[in-house]
């Protein structure tokens, strides 16, 4: 079972490991990313970074998508991991289920625009945004799991 959806352009990171881990005590993190799925460095990277508790998947956006429709995580708690808004919309053209995702880290970089603290957008990933808003999916922009929910439906609309 997924108990976290999350958007961060930094992947597995202090936040996702101490301040969402500690919350939620999951049993897996899935990576679903294609670039660091093809890179044997950067797969151990990432996986070395997660506590020996917590099961490591990292895998394509496609091999996520089947693994996840299959059931394969459904005994677990789950926390699934994309990079950009697009993975997310991929996914859910895979046939992956979503209704909340959590977007905790797009960082600044130029040509994006505040949103919240932890979120910059640019005009494509607003459009991206705009569409998953559309689908029904509720975008719930925190950081970490004690900070004030902010729903950023109505932000990138």
Not at 36 to 44: G, L, Q
């Amino acid at each position: 079972m997924i108990v976290l959806f999350r958007i961060d352009d930094r992947l597995i990171h202090g936040q996702v490991i101490l301040g969402w881990g500690s919350a939620l005590k999951p049993d897996r993190i899935v990576l679903a990313d294609d670039e660091v799925a093809s890179n044997d460095w950067e797969k151990n990277l990432y996986a070395s970074s997660v506590p020996p508790e917590i099961k490591v998947s990292i895998l394509s956006l496609t091999e996520a998508a089947a693994q996840i429709k299959r059931g394969i995580f459904d005994t677990e708690k789950v926390i699934l991991l994309v990079r950009h808004p697009r993975c997310v919309v991929a996914l859910m053209d895979l046939g992956v289920s979503v209704g909340e995702v959590n977007v905790g880290g797009m960082h600044y970089r130029d040509g994006r625009e505040k949103v919240l603290d932890n979120v910059y957008v640019d005009a494509d990933e607003r459009a991206i945004m705009r569409d998953l808003v559309k689908r029904g999916v509720t975008l719930d922009g925190r950081a970490l799991p004690g900070s004030r929910a902010a729903t950023l439906n109505s932000r990138v609309v």
